[in-house]
């Protein structure tokens, strides 16, 4: 059974799609530790829910935050994270150490970098009038939305789709693509 770590900074509805097809069966993992960075957090209160442990670490908890979350993937004997609406970069040390997979609101390499998370993400497609959209299932590395894909699942945009509409549809695409993503990634053999 592989252990995961979720770090989320608000809902994590990534979290919850994984945590649901873990109950299912439907992948062979385990969450067995939820860090955010905002104590407000509705992830938090899922993992005490799903009574998995969790914890705040930010630079108010910790002087050194990467480190003491470094610390808490050892301790919990995470090799694989996944980040579920965290918006905080990662640091260096842990996309080295550890299998950090995100999940992104469009086809990368469109739409990804500093500044596009979430709803910017549809604004810009919708302003740009773009035919489709998607989600991108991807490794990260230590520049933003630039590793490896392990998946991408797109969707057409209809004549009067609004930035709202779009916000749905690609959120419900994601909670497939992750478990799927998931799937294939844990097949593929590490280094």
């Known amino acids: 059974m592989t252990k995961i770590a979720i770090l989320a900074s608000h809902n994590g509805s990534g979290f919850s799609a994984l945590y649901e097809a873990a109950l299912k069966k439907e992948i062979a993992i385990e969450i067995v530790l939820v ?19 969790n914890f705040v670490v930010n630079s108010k908890t910790d002087e050194n935050p990467d ?8 301790e919990y004997d995470c090799k694989h994270i996944f980040l579920s609406g965290y918006m905080k970069k990662v640091g260096d040390n842990i996309t080295k150490n550890f299998q950090v997979i995100n999940s992104h609101p469009s086809l990368l390499p469109n739409y990804g970098g500093t500044g596009m998370y979430g709803r910017h993400v549809h604004e810009a497609v919708i302003h740009n009038r773009e035919k489709k959209s998607g989600v991108t299932i991807h490794e990260v590395n230590a520049e933003y939305d630039s590793g490896k894909i392990i998946l991408q699942k797109e969707l057409k945009l209809s004549i009067d789709e609004s930035v709202d509409s779009l916000e749905v549809r690609i959120k419900k695409l994601e909670q497939s693509a992750i478990v799927e993503a998931f799937k294939k990634y844990l097949k593929q053999p590490r280094p």
Do not use: G
């Open 35 to 53: 860090i955010s960075n905002n104590a407000n957090a509705a992830a938090l209160q899922k993992a005490a829910k799903y009574t998995i442990d």
């Open 67 to 74: 480190e003491k979350i470094e610390e808490l993937l050892r």
